[in-house]
Protein backbone atom coordinates (compact mmCIF):
# COMPACT_ATOMS: atom_id res chain seq x y z
CA UNK A 1 0.00 0.00 0.00
CA UNK A 2 2.76 2.12 1.50
CA UNK A 3 4.22 1.46 -2.60
CA UNK A 4 0.82 2.02 -4.43
CA UNK A 5 1.03 5.77 -2.27
CA UNK A 6 4.37 6.16 -3.23
CA UNK A 7 4.05 5.48 -7.30
CA UNK A 8 0.49 7.78 -7.48
CA UNK A 9 1.94 11.02 -5.62
CA UNK A 10 4.86 10.77 -7.85
CA UNK A 11 2.58 10.02 -11.11
CA UNK A 12 -0.31 12.69 -10.05
CA UNK A 13 2.60 14.72 -9.32
CA UNK A 14 3.33 15.80 -12.56
CA UNK A 15 0.02 16.41 -13.79
CA UNK A 16 0.01 18.77 -10.48
CA UNK A 17 3.04 20.83 -12.52
CA UNK A 18 1.59 20.77 -15.23
CA UNK A 19 -1.87 22.38 -14.15
CA UNK A 20 0.80 24.77 -11.95
CA UNK A 21 -0.52 24.29 -8.51
CA UNK A 22 1.41 24.22 -5.90
CA UNK A 23 3.31 20.69 -5.44
CA UNK A 24 3.91 20.87 -2.14
CA UNK A 25 0.39 21.83 -0.64
CA UNK A 26 -0.44 18.99 -3.13
CA UNK A 27 1.18 16.29 -1.89
CA UNK A 28 -0.02 16.93 1.86
CA UNK A 29 -3.79 17.24 0.38
CA UNK A 30 -2.87 14.09 -1.68
CA UNK A 31 -2.26 12.26 1.23
CA UNK A 32 -5.52 12.54 3.09
CA UNK A 33 -7.60 12.01 -0.09
CA UNK A 34 -5.28 8.55 -0.83
CA UNK A 35 -6.22 7.40 2.67
CA UNK A 36 -9.79 8.94 2.96
CA UNK A 37 -10.43 7.33 -0.13
CA UNK A 38 -8.79 3.99 0.58
CA UNK A 39 -10.50 3.49 3.89
CA UNK A 40 -13.76 3.69 2.10
CA UNK A 41 -12.64 1.40 -0.48
CA UNK A 42 -12.22 -1.07 2.02
CA UNK A 43 -15.34 -0.76 3.61
CA UNK A 44 -17.43 -0.56 0.33
CA UNK A 45 -15.79 -4.39 -0.02
CA UNK A 46 -16.76 -5.45 3.35
CA UNK A 47 -18.40 -9.22 1.44
CA UNK A 48 -21.90 -8.28 3.59
CA UNK A 49 -21.89 -5.00 1.51
CA UNK A 50 -20.55 -5.78 -1.49
CA UNK A 51 -20.93 -10.01 -2.47
CA UNK A 52 -23.51 -10.27 -4.89
CA UNK A 53 -25.70 -13.41 -4.80
CA UNK A 54 -23.56 -15.55 -6.73
CA UNK A 55 -20.24 -15.32 -4.41
CA UNK A 56 -21.92 -14.95 -1.34
CA UNK A 57 -21.26 -19.38 -1.01
CA UNK A 58 -16.98 -17.95 -0.86
CA UNK A 59 -17.57 -15.53 1.62
CA UNK A 60 -19.37 -18.56 3.49
CA UNK A 61 -22.19 -15.59 4.07
CA UNK A 62 -26.05 -16.00 4.29
CA UNK A 63 -26.73 -12.60 2.95
CA UNK A 64 -25.13 -9.53 1.95
CA UNK A 65 -26.54 -5.42 0.75
CA UNK A 66 -25.31 -6.97 -2.82
CA UNK A 67 -24.11 -3.59 -3.78
CA UNK A 68 -20.54 -4.84 -5.26
CA UNK A 69 -17.41 -3.51 -4.19
CA UNK A 70 -18.88 -0.58 -5.91
CA UNK A 71 -19.98 0.52 -3.12
CA UNK A 72 -16.88 1.93 -2.01
CA UNK A 73 -17.70 5.35 -4.12
CA UNK A 74 -20.54 5.38 -2.32
CA UNK A 75 -18.96 5.89 0.79
CA UNK A 76 -16.51 7.82 -0.48
CA UNK A 77 -18.73 10.18 -1.12
CA UNK A 78 -20.43 10.35 1.65
CA UNK A 79 -16.94 10.53 3.50
CA UNK A 80 -16.25 13.61 1.21
CA UNK A 81 -19.76 15.34 1.75
CA UNK A 82 -19.24 14.65 5.28
CA UNK A 83 -15.63 16.69 5.00
CA UNK A 84 -16.94 19.42 2.76
CA UNK A 85 -19.96 20.18 4.58
CA UNK A 86 -19.11 19.64 8.13
CA UNK A 87 -15.24 20.03 8.40
CA UNK A 88 -14.79 23.42 5.63
CA UNK A 89 -11.18 23.95 7.45
CA UNK A 90 -10.22 20.05 6.92
CA UNK A 91 -11.82 20.42 2.88
CA UNK A 92 -9.53 23.76 2.81
CA UNK A 93 -6.13 22.57 3.98
CA UNK A 94 -7.14 19.49 1.00
CA UNK A 95 -8.07 22.35 -1.49
CA UNK A 96 -4.86 21.71 -4.10
CA UNK A 97 -5.66 17.67 -4.21
CA UNK A 98 -9.78 18.54 -4.90
CA UNK A 99 -9.30 17.69 -8.23
CA UNK A 100 -12.08 14.82 -9.46
CA UNK A 101 -11.84 15.82 -12.91
CA UNK A 102 -7.67 14.80 -13.01
CA UNK A 103 -8.69 11.61 -11.61
CA UNK A 104 -11.85 10.58 -13.56
CA UNK A 105 -10.05 11.15 -16.99
CA UNK A 106 -7.07 9.38 -15.66
CA UNK A 107 -9.21 6.61 -15.06
CA UNK A 108 -11.42 6.65 -17.78
CA UNK A 109 -8.03 6.09 -19.48
CA UNK A 110 -6.45 2.96 -17.94
CA UNK A 111 -10.16 1.86 -18.47
CA UNK A 112 -9.75 1.90 -21.61
CA UNK A 113 -6.90 -0.73 -21.69
CA UNK A 114 -9.02 -2.53 -19.50
CA UNK A 115 -12.11 -2.84 -22.00
CA UNK A 116 -9.59 -3.69 -25.03
CA UNK A 117 -8.56 -6.90 -23.69
CA UNK A 118 -11.91 -7.82 -22.99
CA UNK A 119 -13.13 -7.19 -26.55
CA UNK A 120 -10.41 -9.41 -27.53
CA UNK A 121 -11.08 -12.15 -25.63
CA UNK A 122 -14.98 -11.25 -26.85
CA UNK A 123 -14.01 -12.05 -30.63
CA UNK A 124 -15.00 -15.30 -29.67
CA UNK A 125 -18.85 -14.38 -30.08
CA UNK A 126 -20.88 -14.61 -32.73
CA UNK A 127 -20.53 -12.18 -35.59
CA UNK A 128 -24.19 -11.51 -35.36
CA UNK A 129 -23.87 -10.86 -31.99
CA UNK A 130 -21.29 -8.56 -32.34
CA UNK A 131 -23.32 -6.70 -34.99
CA UNK A 132 -26.46 -6.40 -33.07
CA UNK A 133 -24.51 -5.10 -30.83
CA UNK A 134 -23.64 -1.89 -31.89
CA UNK A 135 -26.86 -1.44 -33.90
CA UNK A 136 -28.70 -1.52 -30.59
CA UNK A 137 -26.46 0.94 -28.77
CA UNK A 138 -26.38 3.61 -31.87
CA UNK A 139 -30.23 3.34 -31.73
CA UNK A 140 -30.23 3.43 -28.06
CA UNK A 141 -28.10 6.69 -27.79
CA UNK A 142 -29.95 8.45 -29.92
CA UNK A 143 -33.60 7.92 -28.85
CA UNK A 144 -32.19 8.17 -25.19
CA UNK A 145 -30.34 11.22 -25.44
CA UNK A 146 -32.63 13.16 -27.29
CA UNK A 147 -35.97 12.20 -25.12
CA UNK A 148 -33.91 13.23 -21.68
CA UNK A 149 -32.84 16.64 -23.43
CA UNK A 150 -35.64 17.62 -24.20
CA UNK A 151 -37.80 16.32 -20.86
CA UNK A 152 -34.90 18.56 -18.84
CA UNK A 153 -35.39 21.51 -21.24
CA UNK A 154 -38.89 21.13 -21.55
CA UNK A 155 -40.83 20.09 -18.46
CA UNK A 156 -37.80 21.07 -15.87
CA UNK A 157 -36.14 24.17 -17.59
CA UNK A 158 -32.91 23.28 -16.96
CA UNK A 159 -30.14 25.28 -19.30
CA UNK A 160 -28.23 23.66 -22.00
CA UNK A 161 -25.03 23.35 -19.36
CA UNK A 162 -27.00 21.11 -17.11
CA UNK A 163 -29.23 19.00 -19.82
CA UNK A 164 -26.37 18.02 -21.83
CA UNK A 165 -24.37 16.25 -19.31
CA UNK A 166 -27.26 15.15 -17.80
CA UNK A 167 -28.88 13.29 -20.94
CA UNK A 168 -25.20 12.03 -21.31
CA UNK A 169 -25.19 10.64 -17.75
CA UNK A 170 -29.00 9.42 -17.79
CA UNK A 171 -29.07 7.93 -21.15
CA UNK A 172 -26.26 5.56 -21.44
CA UNK A 173 -22.99 5.38 -20.07
CA UNK A 174 -23.16 7.44 -16.86
CA UNK A 175 -19.86 8.61 -15.54
CA UNK A 176 -17.42 9.11 -18.68
CA UNK A 177 -20.30 10.48 -20.72
CA UNK A 178 -21.31 13.25 -18.30
CA UNK A 179 -17.37 14.01 -17.88
CA UNK A 180 -17.00 13.76 -21.44
CA UNK A 181 -19.79 15.81 -22.46
CA UNK A 182 -19.22 18.35 -19.73
CA UNK A 183 -15.46 18.67 -21.07
CA UNK A 184 -17.08 19.46 -24.84
CA UNK A 185 -19.17 21.74 -24.03
CA UNK A 186 -17.33 23.81 -21.78
CA UNK A 187 -19.79 23.24 -18.55
CA UNK A 188 -18.97 24.08 -15.47
CA UNK A 189 -16.95 21.46 -12.77
CA UNK A 190 -20.30 21.28 -10.78
CA UNK A 191 -22.22 20.04 -13.04
CA UNK A 192 -20.82 16.07 -14.26
CA UNK A 193 -19.68 16.28 -10.76
CA UNK A 194 -23.71 16.43 -9.37
CA UNK A 195 -24.46 13.94 -12.49
CA UNK A 196 -21.86 11.96 -11.62
CA UNK A 197 -22.73 11.29 -8.17
CA UNK A 198 -26.72 10.33 -9.27
CA UNK A 199 -25.27 7.75 -11.78
CA UNK A 200 -23.73 6.10 -9.22
CA UNK A 201 -26.43 6.16 -6.84
CA UNK A 202 -29.01 4.88 -9.37
CA UNK A 203 -26.88 2.40 -10.69
CA UNK A 204 -26.64 0.42 -7.26
CA UNK A 205 -30.52 0.55 -7.38
CA UNK A 206 -30.49 -0.90 -11.02
CA UNK A 207 -28.19 -3.54 -9.71
CA UNK A 208 -30.17 -4.40 -6.92
CA UNK A 209 -33.75 -4.33 -8.91
CA UNK A 210 -32.67 -5.44 -12.59
CA UNK A 211 -30.79 -9.17 -12.81
CA UNK A 212 -33.79 -10.37 -10.31
CA UNK A 213 -36.83 -9.06 -12.99
CA UNK A 214 -34.59 -10.44 -15.87
CA UNK A 215 -34.69 -13.87 -14.08
CA UNK A 216 -38.22 -14.51 -13.58
CA UNK A 217 -39.21 -12.47 -17.14
CA UNK A 218 -36.47 -13.19 -19.64
CA UNK A 219 -35.36 -16.42 -18.79
CA UNK A 220 -36.25 -17.73 -21.84
CA UNK A 221 -34.05 -15.09 -23.64
CA UNK A 222 -31.01 -14.76 -22.01
CA UNK A 223 -29.38 -12.93 -24.32
CA UNK A 224 -31.74 -10.17 -24.44
CA UNK A 225 -31.39 -10.39 -20.56
CA UNK A 226 -27.78 -9.87 -21.31
CA UNK A 227 -27.77 -6.69 -23.79
CA UNK A 228 -31.14 -5.48 -21.20
CA UNK A 229 -28.05 -5.10 -18.66
CA UNK A 230 -25.51 -3.68 -20.95
CA UNK A 231 -28.07 -0.95 -21.91
CA UNK A 232 -30.11 -0.20 -19.21
CA UNK A 233 -27.22 -0.04 -15.98
CA UNK A 234 -25.12 3.15 -16.53
CA UNK A 235 -21.74 2.12 -15.02
CA UNK A 236 -19.63 -0.05 -16.08
CA UNK A 237 -18.56 -1.67 -13.14
CA UNK A 238 -22.32 -2.02 -12.28
CA UNK A 239 -23.53 -2.74 -16.10
CA UNK A 240 -20.93 -6.17 -16.00
CA UNK A 241 -21.65 -7.13 -12.44
CA UNK A 242 -25.42 -7.14 -13.60
CA UNK A 243 -24.38 -9.52 -16.13
CA UNK A 244 -22.75 -12.05 -14.17
CA UNK A 245 -25.72 -11.94 -11.77
CA UNK A 246 -27.90 -12.56 -14.78
CA UNK A 247 -25.71 -15.30 -16.13
CA UNK A 248 -25.90 -17.20 -13.04
CA UNK A 249 -29.35 -16.74 -12.21
CA UNK A 250 -30.85 -16.96 -15.87
CA UNK A 251 -28.72 -20.12 -15.88
CA UNK A 252 -29.56 -21.73 -12.44
CA UNK A 253 -33.59 -21.52 -13.74
CA UNK A 254 -32.71 -22.80 -17.14
CA UNK A 255 -31.29 -26.06 -15.57
CA UNK A 256 -33.43 -26.15 -12.70
CA UNK A 257 -37.12 -25.65 -14.51
CA UNK A 258 -36.24 -26.58 -18.30
CA UNK A 259 -33.44 -28.87 -18.02
CA UNK A 260 -31.08 -26.77 -20.37
CA UNK A 261 -27.47 -25.66 -19.06
CA UNK A 262 -26.33 -23.10 -21.20
CA UNK A 263 -22.87 -22.47 -21.43
CA UNK A 264 -21.42 -19.65 -18.63
CA UNK A 265 -20.05 -16.17 -19.43
CA UNK A 266 -22.09 -15.90 -23.15
CA UNK A 267 -24.85 -14.03 -21.15
CA UNK A 268 -22.61 -11.74 -19.49
CA UNK A 269 -20.18 -11.38 -22.67
CA UNK A 270 -23.31 -9.76 -24.32
CA UNK A 271 -23.64 -7.54 -21.79
CA UNK A 272 -19.61 -6.70 -21.47
CA UNK A 273 -19.92 -6.33 -25.68
CA UNK A 274 -22.82 -3.90 -25.70
CA UNK A 275 -20.91 -2.04 -23.13
CA UNK A 276 -17.64 -1.47 -24.93
CA UNK A 277 -19.77 -0.28 -28.13
CA UNK A 278 -21.21 1.99 -25.72
CA UNK A 279 -17.69 3.45 -24.14
CA UNK A 280 -16.31 3.82 -27.98
CA UNK A 281 -19.39 5.52 -29.16
CA UNK A 282 -18.69 7.90 -26.25
CA UNK A 283 -15.57 10.10 -28.04
CA UNK A 284 -17.49 10.54 -30.97
CA UNK A 285 -20.24 11.64 -28.94
CA UNK A 286 -18.00 14.41 -27.60
CA UNK A 287 -17.10 15.31 -30.46
CA UNK A 288 -20.43 15.98 -32.30
CA UNK A 289 -21.26 18.13 -29.36
CA UNK A 290 -17.99 19.76 -29.61
CA UNK A 291 -19.00 20.42 -32.80
CA UNK A 292 -22.77 21.70 -32.08
CA UNK A 293 -22.08 23.92 -29.48
CA UNK A 294 -18.66 25.52 -31.25
CA UNK A 295 -20.86 26.28 -34.33
CA UNK A 296 -24.43 26.72 -33.11
CA UNK A 297 -24.55 27.22 -29.34
CA UNK A 298 -21.44 29.22 -28.42
CA UNK A 299 -20.18 30.72 -31.65
CA UNK A 300 -18.23 34.07 -31.56
CA UNK A 301 -19.65 36.71 -33.00
CA UNK A 302 -19.31 37.69 -36.63
CA UNK A 303 -17.37 34.51 -36.65
CA UNK A 304 -17.22 31.31 -38.78
CA UNK A 305 -16.24 28.52 -36.43
CA UNK A 306 -13.22 26.76 -37.17
CA UNK A 307 -11.24 23.40 -36.56
CA UNK A 308 -9.11 24.68 -33.84
CA UNK A 309 -12.06 25.51 -31.75
CA UNK A 310 -13.59 22.42 -31.69
CA UNK A 311 -10.44 20.83 -30.96
CA UNK A 312 -9.79 22.94 -27.90
CA UNK A 313 -13.44 22.27 -27.02
CA UNK A 314 -12.86 18.24 -27.21
CA UNK A 315 -12.26 16.50 -23.91
CA UNK A 316 -8.34 15.21 -25.11
CA UNK A 317 -8.56 12.65 -22.21
CA UNK A 318 -11.01 10.27 -24.76
CA UNK A 319 -8.34 10.64 -27.08
CA UNK A 320 -6.02 8.35 -24.66
CA UNK A 321 -9.26 6.08 -23.82
CA UNK A 322 -9.44 5.32 -27.56
CA UNK A 323 -5.72 4.85 -27.66
CA UNK A 324 -5.32 2.09 -24.61
CA UNK A 325 -8.28 0.54 -26.10
CA UNK A 326 -7.08 0.17 -29.88
CA UNK A 327 -3.51 -0.95 -28.65
CA UNK A 328 -4.56 -3.25 -26.07
CA UNK A 329 -6.96 -5.15 -28.67
CA UNK A 330 -4.30 -4.56 -31.78
CA UNK A 331 -2.11 -6.96 -28.96
CA UNK A 332 -4.23 -9.31 -28.30
CA UNK A 333 -5.73 -9.51 -31.93
CA UNK A 334 -2.22 -9.78 -33.33
CA UNK A 335 -0.24 -12.05 -30.64
CA UNK A 336 -2.94 -13.64 -29.42
CA UNK A 337 -0.20 -15.60 -27.36
CA UNK A 338 0.00 -12.95 -25.30
CA UNK A 339 -3.34 -12.29 -24.11
CA UNK A 340 -2.92 -14.20 -21.28
CA UNK A 341 -0.11 -11.93 -20.03
CA UNK A 342 -1.84 -8.65 -21.33
CA UNK A 343 -5.07 -9.44 -19.05
CA UNK A 344 -3.11 -10.04 -16.78
CA UNK A 345 -1.63 -6.73 -17.15
CA UNK A 346 -4.33 -4.64 -17.45
CA UNK A 347 -6.02 -6.40 -14.48
CA UNK A 348 -3.61 -4.87 -12.44
CA UNK A 349 -3.89 -1.48 -13.98
CA UNK A 350 -7.73 -1.70 -13.55
CA UNK A 351 -7.12 -1.90 -9.37
CA UNK A 352 -5.52 1.44 -10.35
CA UNK A 353 -8.74 2.94 -12.28
CA UNK A 354 -10.63 1.96 -9.42
CA UNK A 355 -8.18 4.00 -6.48
CA UNK A 356 -8.90 6.88 -9.40
CA UNK A 357 -12.06 6.44 -9.35
CA UNK A 358 -12.92 6.18 -5.51
CA UNK A 359 -10.57 9.15 -5.56
CA UNK A 360 -13.12 10.64 -7.52
CA UNK A 361 -16.02 10.18 -5.70
CA UNK A 362 -14.53 11.33 -1.93
CA UNK A 363 -13.55 14.59 -3.65
CA UNK A 364 -16.82 14.95 -5.33
CA UNK A 365 -18.41 14.84 -2.10
CA UNK A 366 -15.64 17.56 -0.83
CA UNK A 367 -16.72 19.97 -3.20
CA UNK A 368 -20.84 18.96 -2.92
CA UNK A 369 -21.59 22.05 -0.35
CA UNK A 370 -25.40 20.87 0.10
CA UNK A 371 -26.67 24.28 0.45
CA UNK A 372 -25.24 25.38 -3.11
CA UNK A 373 -26.18 21.94 -5.06
CA UNK A 374 -29.47 22.85 -3.95
CA UNK A 375 -29.41 26.38 -5.16
CA UNK A 376 -28.03 25.13 -8.25
CA UNK A 377 -30.84 22.45 -8.37
CA UNK A 378 -29.71 18.99 -7.00
CA UNK A 379 -33.68 17.82 -6.00
CA UNK A 380 -35.04 18.49 -9.81
CA UNK A 381 -31.66 16.70 -11.05
CA UNK A 382 -32.49 13.50 -9.12
CA UNK A 383 -36.38 13.92 -10.22
CA UNK A 384 -35.14 14.01 -13.58
CA UNK A 385 -33.39 11.27 -13.34
CA UNK A 386 -35.97 9.09 -11.68
CA UNK A 387 -38.46 10.26 -14.32
CA UNK A 388 -36.37 9.20 -17.27
CA UNK A 389 -34.36 6.22 -15.61
CA UNK A 390 -37.56 4.75 -14.76
CA UNK A 391 -40.06 5.72 -17.01
CA UNK A 392 -39.31 4.60 -19.95
CA UNK A 393 -35.08 4.30 -20.37
CA UNK A 394 -34.94 0.91 -18.74
CA UNK A 395 -38.50 -0.26 -20.94
CA UNK A 396 -36.74 1.24 -24.45
CA UNK A 397 -33.52 -0.59 -23.64
CA UNK A 398 -35.33 -3.67 -22.49
CA UNK A 399 -37.44 -3.42 -26.33
CA UNK A 400 -34.51 -2.89 -28.48
CA UNK A 401 -32.49 -5.57 -26.50
CA UNK A 402 -35.54 -7.52 -27.64
CA UNK A 403 -35.74 -6.45 -31.24
CA UNK A 404 -31.69 -7.44 -31.91
CA UNK A 405 -31.10 -9.93 -29.82
CA UNK A 406 -34.57 -11.79 -29.93
CA UNK A 407 -34.26 -15.98 -30.64
CA UNK A 408 -30.84 -15.64 -30.11
CA UNK A 409 -29.42 -18.28 -27.68
CA UNK A 410 -26.19 -19.31 -25.84
CA UNK A 411 -24.05 -22.70 -26.68
CA UNK A 412 -25.62 -25.38 -24.61
CA UNK A 413 -23.28 -27.55 -22.57
Known amino acids: MLLTYVFLLALTSIGARALHLNLQRFAKG???V?????????AGSWAYIAATPDKRAAFHIGWSLNLTNEAGYIVALIAGLVVGNFFPGLAAWMKEAIRPELYIKTAIVILGGFLGITAAEQLG????VMFRGVCAIIEAYLIYWAVVYYVARRYFKFSREWSAPLASGISICGVSAAIA???AIRARPVVPVMVSSLVVI???????????LAQTFLSHQPMVAGAWMGLAVKTDGAAVTSGAVTDALIRARALAEYGIQYKPGWIMGVTTTVKIFIDIFIGIWAFVLAWIWAAKI???????VKVIEI???????????????????????LAPALVPKAKAAMTQANVFRGIFFVMTFFTIGVISDFRKLWQEGIGKLALVYVLCLFGF??????????????GVKPPVM
Open 30 to 32: FTA
Open 34 to 42: FGAAYLSWF
Open 125 to 128: LATS
Open 181 to 183: TGS
Open 202 to 212: FAVMELLLLPF
Open 298 to 304: DPKRGEK
Open 311 to 333: WERFPKFILGYVATFAIILAVGL
Open 393 to 406: IIWIGLAISWIFFH
